[in-house]
């Protein structure tokens, strides 16, 4: 094959395994506090535990950053606030450690008669939710309000999406933008506009908690059942086209392991100086390259590589990967009464088995990988 019929190749399997991704997701925030709240203040949740989830187990950030966001953000909804108070308030939800040591002080809550504390790796993230709660008072402390109101300001512009994502990055992540301006960027479309054409040149460079926020309001069932109270996702100009991939220690594993070697063979630039471009900017890349032979395919879909790497590649079955021999077949029992067991195994997504419209039964895929007859890529 050539190296675009490769990349049309996987393109065909990641949209498969995406579709089984998103066809019924669990919902990830699961206390009965969260549980108790309305859909603004479930958006708003999820969003500060984004915030949070940098170089952690996600595990931990949506149990216990879940339980104490979940709390704050129904402490938040009920007080009165003004701009002046919200440093005060976040503080007041905070709590040394009895006997605890560390530099920063985590956020404390009572859940379940027991303590409940949650620190987060780094001070910037202090700063960025402090940042986020005190703009969200111009919307009614509301994370939908604020998507809202840019959703209707830019429903005719081609990059419709890519604007909301600017929006929400300079509501929390862009805090060199001080919120005395960010707020007059917010209040003028020029400005917005002028601060968007440079920040969009970017948009794929270290931006993973935004893009994987945004992706759940647009995909996940449960986020976007949420957010559908209020508004609607339009289609035209907010295609799923123009998410970029979140970037994640694993879709860098998967790009080394795979994408790379096929994306070169397409005449994809690999490298910027001596480095290799990010997992995100490469699959934006694929995505240019395939877009007319696969309709279906965008780069955010190759996100499924942050639950199909630790369970293939970090454990090297490639003796079963559908990107290698196609040994995969041999879980395939063809039973529409059960899950699909390629799809349980490669990346534990529950969905039926359904034969017709399965591209490994025709052994798409096969061979795109060899890493287990050779090495991976090495990053410099």
């Known amino acids: 094959m050539t190296g675009i019929q490769q990349l049309s190749a996987l393109a065909t399997i990641i ?30 949740v999820h969003w500060l535990c984004y915030i949070t989830d940098l170089q952690r187990p996600w595990e931990m950030v949506w149990d216990k950053g879940g ?64 940042r986020t709660l005190e703009l969200l008072l111009d919307y009614g402390k509301s994370l939908i309000n604020f998507m809202y109101q840019y959703i ?31 707020r007059a960027c917010f209040k003028s479309r020029p400005k917005m506009d002028n601060h968007y054409k440079l920040w969009q040149i970017r948009r794929t460079e ?36 123009q998410l970029e991939l979140p970037g994640d220690v694993w879709n860098d594993r998967f790009s080394r392991l795979i994408l790379y070697k096929i994306a070169e063979a397409t005449g994809v630039k690999l490298r910027v100086k001596r480095n290799f471009i990010s997992a995100p900017a490469l699959a934006r890349e694929i995505y240019l390259r395939v877009k007319e032979t696969n309709p279906y395919f965008y780069a955010e879909q190759l996100d499924v590589s942050f639950d199909f790497a630790p369970r293939m590649c970090n454990k090297q079955l490639c003796s079963i990967c559908p990107f290698g021999q196609n040994a995969a077949l041999k879980l395939c029992d063809e039973n529409p009464d059960k899950f699909c067991p390629i799809l349980l195994t490669t990346c534990g997504y529950k969905l039926n088995c359904s034969p017709r419209e399965c591209p490994i039964k025709e052994r798409i895929g096969q061979g795109l990988c060899s890493h287990g007859h050779g090495t991976e890529v090495a990053q410099k």
């Open 152 to 182: 209707n300001q830019y429903k005719n512009d081609p990059e419709g999406l890519v604007h909301i994502a600017h929006a929400l990055d300079l509501l929390t992540y862009r805090t060199e933008v001080d919120t005395q301006e960010a």
């Open 67 to 130: 339980i104490i966001f979940s709390q704050l953000v129904k402490d938040y909804s009920e007080e009165q606030l003004n701009r002046h108070d919200i440093t005060g308030f976040l503080e007041k939800h905070q709590r040394n450690r009895p006997h605890g040591q560390g530099k920063l002080t985590p956020f404390w809550a009572m859940y379940a008669k027991q303590e409940v504390y949650y620190t987060p790796r780094f001070p910037a993230q202090y700063k960025q939710i402090d």
């Open 15 to 44: 949209s498969w395994l995406d579709k089984a991704r998103w066809d019924n997701p669990d919902e990830i925030i699961k206390n009965s506090v969260y549980q108790s709240l309305n859909s603004e203040q479930k958006i708003l």
């Open 206 to 241: 270290g931006h993973k908690r935004l893009w994987a926020a945004l992706r759940d309001y647009v995909k996940n069932k449960n986020n976007r059942s949420c957010t559908e109270q209020y508004f609607l996702w339009p289609a035209k100009n907010f295609e799923l086209n």
